[in-house]
């Protein structure tokens, strides 16, 4: 994993708090190796029965995948443009197709809503605006819409995703999250449609700050 990648994670653990309320009881883990997507969602299904059942505490698990494809409950066919470029996996999700691949860290967020609330799309604004925080600290102004599922950044009029979002529920247990583009290759989306979203541009924090010579704070 980039250390870049492993930066930026660090400013998610940051902001957790004051994004999601109480960070106690909480696990935390950061994944090195890259984890295959099926052997992810194994392991978050496992997670989630075990925290409805207060067997194991939330779990924030940070980590890449190798490159690959999901499809959530919405995602059209069409939308998929190349089906032979990645392995392209279902996912149990919400939302449409979207890339994953080495930097790009996906943050899996496994808690529980009957703890934090039990609103699903006030869950997903938090995902967004947990993002935009942690991205403010670059220098980059992030802005979350109803209308357009993600993260989003402004470049010269034109929209460009810098996050996806997408998370299934049960029991009132989240799985799944958000997956925030740190430095992949964005030729890697060329694949597919991102989200549904035709003609909508996809960025980076590296390409933003190739272009803008931004740095952390």
């Known amino acids: 994993m980039d250390e870049s990648v492993i930066a930026f994670a660090r400013k998610l653990r940051v902001y957790a708090e004051d994004v999601f309320g109480a960070a106690n009881g909480i696990e935390w883990r950061l994944s090195a190796d890259r984890i295959p997507y099926r052997a992810a969602v194994s392991e978050m299904e496992e997670r989630v029965e075990a925290i409805s059942g207060r067997e194991a505490p939330e779990l ?18 069409e ?20 890339y994953h691949g080495p930097g790009q860290l996906v ?25 935009i925080a942690a991205l403010s600290d670059y220098g980059i102004h992030g802005e979350y819409r109803e209308d357009r599922p993600g993260v989003w950044v402004c470049n010269q009029g034109h929209d460009e995703k810098i996050a996806a979002i997408g998370v299934r529920v049960r029991r009132w247990v989240t799985y799944h999250g958000v997956a925030i583009n740190i430095c992949p290759d964005l030729s890697h989306f060329g694949g597919i449609v991102p989200c549904g979203i035709a003609g909508a541009g996809v960025t980076s924090l590296a390409s933003i700050q190739a272009r803008g010579r931004l740095v952390p704070r």
């Open 79 to 98: 939308d998929l443009l190349d089906a032979g470029r990645f392995p392209v996996y279902k996912a149990g999700r919400g939302g449409q197709y979207t």
């Open 107 to 131: 943050a899996y967020t496994l808690l529980d809503l009957n703890r934090r609330g039990r609103d699903v799309r006030r869950h997903v604004e938090r995902l967004a605006q947990w993002a």
């Open 60 to 77: 924030i698990w940070f980590l890449e995948h190798p490159p690959l494809y999901t499809g959530g409950t919405s995602a059209k066919p």
